[in-house]
């Protein structure tokens, strides 16, 4: 799936680039994510790794996929642009990146989840009991690296960071809520999916400038590029969850579909009208009354049937143009900051890297 502005294409120079910026922040930040992990009491540590990808459930040495390590790429250029070194940044990417596992091992067994990145969720593996355990442990671990550094900016760091996380949480409510509701319009969708998404990232794109000692003005915008992106990033997800491809997304076909979400091109598809938002709205209206076990007992073609509705109404048209307008948007952002050129030029790679994402 290509979802990229007609204006904007991808280059070698650009794989290269985002490839780099990728790996740079995997390499300064998984040594101290893992020394964190290891401060957790047994069993939580070995919980812990097992979702990180660096064992197997058996606890053997595992080079399974973590992920693509977005955020703390983000994190590190955004020291770059306060004019700081890359290494400034890290406490904030570890930072970012222990919040963001603890909500995914949260998601994973609220929404019922049994797989991500190609393996048995930490839930399933281990139990509820862990996932939540293991959960609050990287969540209280993300507010003390930060603080232990100690210093006004690490205080600065942590408000944002805590703040976000707090929408985060709203976000993940919301997305609940709106499971067992037939009517969601797209601006609550987006509401909610700003707060679940966009608000994390903009605390990844922001929180080591600020560590680097940005002023609030600088850290503001970067937060809206950030934002922004988030939503960009979501609207691709959410196109994902209904049309990717399992072995690039890890997850089960049609996973959106199969836990009701009421995702971007699920409620723009409702909010056009027609023959098709109709018929799709009416199989929704039912879906309520059923069980989760009644609407899981559904085969493949009923899914298949449904993302077909959905595409027919628009709503897959419609999502991808709240990509492109999401990411036009975060660029924006980047207009009102003084920065150095290749540290702008790599915010625009890991913008459209986002947006074009195929897996």
């Known amino acids: 799936m ?17 490839n780099a910026l990728l790996a740079r922040g995997r390499t300064l930040a998984t040594p101290v994510l893992r020394a964190a992990v290891d401060r957790l009491a047994p ?11 660096w064992i197997d459930a058996e606890g053997r040495p595992s080079d399974a996929d973590g992920g693509k390590a977005v955020r703390p790429a983000l994190a590190l250029v955004s020291a770059e642009a306060a004019g700081a070194p890359p290494e400034t940044g890290v406490p904030g990417a ?44 990287l969540f209280a671990l993300a507010g003390e690296l930060l603080l232990e550094l100690g210093t006004v900016d690490a205080g600065r760091a942590t408000r944002r960071l805590t703040s976000a996380t707090r929408k985060l949480i709203d976000g993940q409510a919301q997305d609940i809520s709106y499971e067992g509701r037939v009517h969601v319009s797209v601006a609550e969708c987006l509401e909610m999916e700003g707060n679940k998404t966009g608000a994390l990232l903009a605390c990844a794109t922001s929180i080591g400038a600020v ?13 809206a590029y950030g934002f922004h992106l988030g939503l960009s990033f979501q609207a691709v997800d959410d196109l994902l969850g209904v049309w990717g491809d399992p072995e690039s997304t890890g997850k089960q076909t049609w996973s959106d579909l199969r836990q009701r979400k009421k995702s971007l091109p699920v409620v ?17 209206a039912a879906d309520v009354k059923k069980s989760q076990r009644e609407f899981e007992d559904f085969d493949e073609a009923e899914f298949a049937a449904r993302a077909a509705l959905i595409e027919e109404a628009g709503g897959r048209d419609a999502t991808t143009a709240i990509a492109r307008e999401q990411h036009h948007k975060a660029l924006e952002a980047l207009d009102g900051i003084d920065m ?11 913008a459209d890297f986002v947006v074009v994402r195929q897996k």
């Open 340 to 350: 150095p050129d290749p540290v702008r030029e790599e915010l625009v790679a890991l």
């Open 43 to 53: 069993p939580m540590d070995t919980v812990a790794a097992y979702h990180f990808g």
């Open 211 to 223: 560590l680097g000692g940005a002023d609030d003005r600088t850290a503001d915008a970067l937060e």
């Open 268 to 284: 723009a598809a409702l909010a056009a009208g027609g023959t098709a938002a109709g018929r799709l709205g009416e199989l929704m």
């Open 2 to 18: 290509n979802t990229a502005s007609p204006a904007r294409t991808r280059s070698t120079g650009d794989f290269a680039r985002v």
């Open 94 to 137: 570890v930072a970012v990146e222990l919040v963001h596992n603890f909500s995914l091992l949260h998601d994973d067994l609220m929404d019922g989840d049994e797989q991500r990145r190609h393996r048995d969720t930490v839930w399933k593996v281990h139990g509820p009991a862990q996932a939540i355990l293991v959960g609050d442990a």
